[in-house]
């Protein structure tokens, strides 16, 4: 018997300690020097912009006029905001901006039927590039301008970097660090030895008619995850745009931040089950893109991480306590990776105090793994407020 809770332990073991190493091993990549802008380019790109505003009533005006202060010429973008289900009020409020407005009936509730039936009508040559934003994000007046030179350059898909614009509760605090962790482990670090960063689901930019050719295939609520398996499958790099700030507001609750995290769960999981038959072929062809993507999704959520690690330790700690020095081990990695991570501006007093709600969030995560199933094909609205 004790023989075989130690080969468990050290299954278990082994699975954490791969993926802090992972993450360690990012974190530090991510501290150094991020590769210099892309060049300011003379030569201007027609982009469409997209909002997709499934009952974004409280929000989506003041996004669109946030948006309207864009430095680039006016002449060469278009915003289409995404109707689905808004109020009346709110799209005559709309119509009194330099924009369109497209309702829509999208029976599945997902973003990535909004974005087919955004973009079915128009004429593959109409836009060079289009970039999608959600309905409560707010960027500054030099974001297209960016978009363009980095396009010009040579980018034909991109992520700028989300960032809190709402971080009052310790929900939303906990939810920006964990954003400004994901842009360290997923997008600066990964981008500093050449591979692809991670989409977003907003503040994404593509070249327009790729774009256009490849939106009809993607059905589920993790669109961006079947974004980036397309265009890593085909050799396609993701550049992460790490001065272009996308301020996105941040879940303040814990009931929203468990849906939300569902979702996210769910299309994680089901996008890694739909991409693993293609891992052989994208070893024996050297796409270590793709494969480092894979290994990604395999990985388990930082919260379940942090507390299957914990709970190792204590239970180690109990059975035999020499099992445990390892996972105290590892648990001082894993705070290293986060502390690399997290910004300085972020780790604070309030972060700190934050922290006391962790365990009760591995608990909802915890739970969210056993109802997964469905979630994947229909969208979870999360307010945020």
């Not at 769910?266 to 290994?295: E, H, V």
């Amino acid at each position: 018997m004790i023989e075989f809770v130690a080969i468990l332990d050290w299954i278990l073991f082994l699975f954490a300690a791969v993926s802090v190493a992972y993450l360690c091993f990012f974190a530090f990549l991510s501290l150094r020097k991020q590769p210099d802008p892309y060049p300011c380019s003379g030569k201007k790109s027609a982009i469409l912009v997209l909002f997709p505003a499934y009952k974004e009533d409280r929000v989506i005006e003041a996004s669109v006029q946030s948006f309207l202060n864009q430095d680039y010429p006016k002449e060469w973008y278009h915003l289409l905001v995404v109707s689905d289900q808004m109020e009346e009020d709110t799209l005559l409020r709309l119509g009194r901006y330099p924009i369109e407005v497209r309702t829509i009936v999208n029976h599945s509730r997902t973003k990535a039927r909004a974005l087919q039936l955004a973009v079915e009508n128009v004429a593959s040559n109409g836009f060079d590039v289009v970039v999608i934003l959600d309905a409560d994000n707010v960027v500054l007046p030099d974001f297209l301008s960016k978009i363009n030179d980095a396009y010009q350059s040579g980018v034909i898909a991109m992520q700028g970097q989300r960032v809190a614009k709402n971080p009052q509760t310790d929900i939303a605090l906990l939810d920006a660090a964990s954003e400004a962790m994901n842009n360290s482990f997923f997008r600066k670090g990964q981008v500093v030895i050449g591979l692809s960063a991670a989409l977003s689901g907003s503040g994404m930019a593509f070249d327009f008619k790729w774009f256009k050719k490849h939106i009809p295939q993607f059905s589920t609520a993790g669109e961006d995850k079947e974004m980036e398996a397309m265009l890593l499958k085909q050799g396609i790099y993701i550049g992460y745009l790490d001065e272009v700030a996308i301020y996105d507001e941040k879940t303040a609750d814990s009931d929203a931040f468990s849906r939300q995290r569902r979702r996210w769960l769910a299309a994680q999981y089901g996008a890694l089950q739909r991409a693993l038959k293609d891992l052989p072929a994208a070893i024996f062809s050297g796409n270590w893109d793709y494969c480092n993507k894979l290994f990604q999704w395999m990985m388990l959520p930082r919260v379940l991480l942090l507390g299957l690690i914990v709970c190792m330790v204590m239970l180690t700690a109990l059975f035999h306590w020499q099992w445990s020095l390892k996972w105290w081990f590892l648990l001082f990695g894993l705070i290293m990776a986060f502390s690399m991570a997290i910004p300085d501006e972020l780790f604070d007093k309030r972060l700190k105090k934050a922290l006391i709600k962790v365990p009760y969030l591995f608990l909802r995560m915890f739970i969210n793994l056993f109802r997964l199933k469905g979630v994947n094909r229909s969208f979870i609205h999360t307010r945020t407020k």
